[in-house]
Antibody, heavy 121, light 108 residues
Framework: QVQLQESGPGLVKPSETLSLTCTVS????????WSWIRQPPGKGLEWIGY???????NYNPSLKSRVTISVDTSKNQFSLRLSSVTAADTAVYYC???????????????WGQGSLVTVSS | SSELTQDPAVSVALGQTVRITCQGD??????ASWYQQKPGQAPVLVIY???NRPSGIPDRFSGSTSGNTASLTITGAQAEDEADYYC???????????FGTGTKVTVL
């Protein structure tokens, strides 16, 4: 079965760029949608965006100016870059497969275990 | 603020039934999916589509929609069902995805 694993720095300085990678194992990254979701400590879930293996993307409007999601099919990985971070970007970042092929239906499954990123000097 | 609103907390006696609701205008057009999250763990999908359960999810979990409200019902709640639950669907534009505010379920 497909498994996802996030990786990247756990500490990022304010104003710098947060970078995370999600490695997909047990299946091909091709022909599917892949998403990033985050959760600040003690708070709810926030959808960040998703990418299709062709490179087409869809971002949360509230983060769109700072977010880039990319895919590397040769490595079976997709990545998140979030620029100009502040303490408000401190969160557990999850990667997940997004099932959005049908407009009426959408869900996320499976999920990675999550990666805590702290923004602090 | 989220376009999908959930009650912050509900409680249920062991073995009884609890309904968790998610309200939003987009739910008149799009299905909600539901996730269970236990402390320190990633969310787990429990319901998607009209009323579909992924493999391994007990049949005491069910979903429904009426008007602008989607519901997740746990029939015969167990101690292990104590968790945070989140709904997810599209926003009012239909172009983006959004999560509900979350509901903490306590099993008494």
């Amino acid at each position: 079965q497909v498994q996802l694993q996030e990786s990247g720095p756990g500490l990022v300085k304010p104003s710098e760029t947060l970078s995370l990678t999600c490695t997909v194992s047990g299946g091909s990254i091709s022909s599917y949608y892949w998403s990033w979701i985050r959760q600040p400590p003690g708070k709810g879930l926030e959808w960040i965006g998703y990418i299709y293996n062709s490179g087409s993307t869809n971002y949360n409007p509230s983060l769109k100016s700072r977010v880039t999601i990319s895919v590397d099919t040769s490595k079976n990985q997709f990545s998140l870059r979030l620029s100009s971070v502040t303490a408000a970007d401190t969160a557990v970042y999850y990667c997940a497969r997004a099932h959005v092929e049908k407009v009426m239906d959408n869900w996320f499954d499976p999920w990675g275990q999550g990666s805590l990123v702290t923004v602090s000097s | 603020s989220s376009e999908l609103t959930q009650d912050p907390a509900v409680s249920v006696a062991l073995g009884q039934t609890v309904r968790i609701t998610c309200q939003g205008d987009s739910l008149r057009s799009y299905y909600a999916s539901w996730y269970q999250q236990k402390p320190g763990q990633a969310p787990v999908l429990v319901i998607y589509g009209k009323n579909n359960r992924p493999s391994g999810i007990p049949d005491r979990f069910s979903g429904s929609t009426s008007g602008n409200t989607a519901s997740l019902t746990i029939t015969g709640a167990q101690a292990e069902d104590e968790a945070d639950y989140y709904c997810n669907s599209r926003d009012s534009s239909g172009n983006h995805l959004v999560f509900g505010t979350g509901t903490k379920v306590t099993v008494l």
